[in-house]
């Protein structure tokens, strides 16, 4: 079996000193408790809410195989009504760290709510190093810096962009889908909806609460 690596576990880092850019959120730390049949769905007491109106939410994930220096990236974009727009993965290779792996999902999720022409944008994440990163001004000289860089250029003009940390509890749909794309090594592009094996997470995100 794959050995995929929990990018929750890799050590974060930020320097306070630095002013943000943009909007950023932090909506607490994670446990693991999962309630389910399905194991991948976890029921805790931080799930994902719904977007304030008039924004879309696009929650994304990276996954990692450390051995074989791969990882997969996915998002999953919704609406004030909960209802999915979006869902995609890519499978990235050559890529040398979990930490990577988070800033291309993130820099992945940017590009497309961009490319889509979405006007008002949270971009929520698990990764709270990533999250306060592409917040905040000034060169990034991280591993990741490339990634930091290209994501502040393409929301450089946007007002009404934010960056937002939550749980994983809250980001399962997103760490579902980029866990079965690297474990199953099959990229998803789909408009209105999410694969079947991720349905049962989507519905259980469709009862919760707004922002």
């Known amino acids: 079996m794959e050995a995929i690596m929990e990018l929750s576990t890799y050590k974060e880092y930020y320097d306070e000193s630095k002013r943000g850019l943009c909007t950023v959120v932090y909506l607490g730390a994670s446990a693991t408790q999962p ?3 399905d194991p991948r769905i976890i029921k805790e007491n931080k799930r994902w809410k719904y ?13 990692y195989n450390e051995s074989q220096n791969r990882s997969a990236s996915s998002i999953v974009a919704r609406d004030s009504e909960g209802k999915v727009l979006l869902s995609c993965s890519e499978i990235h290779d050559d890529i040398s760290s979990a930490f990577a792996a988070e800033a291309i999902a993130c820099w992945k999720a940017v590009q497309v ?13 698990d990764s709270l190093a990533i999250i306060k990163k592409c917040s905040t001004k000034g060169q990034d000289r991280s591993m ?18 934010r960056f937002q940390h939550t749980p994983r509890s809250a980001n399962n749909l997103a760490h579902i ?4 794309t690297l474990r199953r090594r099959e990229e998803i592009y789909l408009e209105m909806g999410v694969p079947e094996y991720a349905e049962d997470q989507t519905r259980y995100d469709g009862v919760s609460e707004p922002d």
């Open 35 to 37: 309630l389910s049949r």
């Open 51 to 63: 977007p304030q109106w008039e924004f879309i939410k696009i929650n994304f994930d990276g996954a």
């Open 113 to 125: 709510g961009v490319e889509k022409g979405w006007q008002s944008l949270i971009f929520e994440g």
């Open 144 to 161: 990741v810096g490339a990634y930091i860089y290209d994501i502040q250029q393409k929301i450089h003009g946007l007002n009404n962009i």
């Open 177 to 180: 889908l980029a866990t079965e």
